[in-house]
């Protein structure tokens, strides 16, 4: 009977151990995604700005960028190579860092980074992607050798740059107009600053 009443004793000590360590333990079991915390919980398909004027832009860039890319890499032999280096540093770049942007952008990624100021970064890319290609397009033109890949070259890098002046030329107007921001909404960051505002009006 006392052996009975021992161990009836021991199993509730041990669960009671058990309750308190469980509850005391920094590793408690969790049912939040982990994908759910941090960067990547806004993270979703943004096709309002894949549609929108700024969304095509990018998209004919990266797409032109990446084929002038292929064209300068399929020449086989020059001398000199200033210009074919030239344009495929250029070609190269624009399309990691273009393709980069807009995918920050599609995916909602640049909600996470609020302090980032996007239409100025995305003017800034505009304006220095126009300039690279208008120099990497002349420097190839004057020191191509009738290639028909550094032809190709050149004519998709002056195209290419017309877009990016495109580009350039919708983002001034958008700053102008007051247009701080991509078109597409940002709910975090309204519900962060409406959450913000009922903490600071709460009364101690």
């Known amino acids: 009977m006392r052996s009975s009443e021992e161990a009836e004793g021991f199993d509730g000590e041990a669960s009671n151990t058990a309750m308190v360590s469980g509850a005391s333990s920094p590793y408690q079991p969790t049912t939040e995604p982990v994908l759910s915390r941090g960067v990547f919980r806004n993270m979703n398909w943004n096709t309002r700005y894949l549609t929108s004027q700024l969304g095509i832009l990018k998209i004919i860039e990266v797409v032109l960028s990446l084929i002038g890319f292929i064209c300068i890499e399929t ?52 304006v220095c992607c126009t300039l690279f290609f ?19 070259a050149v004519i998709f890098g002056f195209v290419v740059m017309l877009v990016y002046g495109v580009n350039t030329g919708v983002c001034v107007r958008q700053w102008r107009s007051g247009g701080q921001r991509p078109p597409q909404a940002s709910e975090y960051t309204r519900a962060r600053t409406a959450s913000r505002s009922e903490v600071e009006a709460r009364p101690e």
């Open 75 to 126: 020449v086989m032999m020059c001398s000199p190579c200033t210009g074919v280096y030239l344009f495929e540093f250029v070609s190269c770049s624009s399309f990691v860092v273009t393709g980069l942007f807009l995918l920050i952008l599609i995916l909602n990624l640049h909600t996470r980074l609020t302090h980032i100021n996007w239409s100025v970064l995305d003017l800034i890319n505009a």
């Open 134 to 152: 208008f120099i990497a397009s002349v420097v190839l033109a004057a020191l191509n050798h009738k290639s028909g890949a550094e032809i190709a």
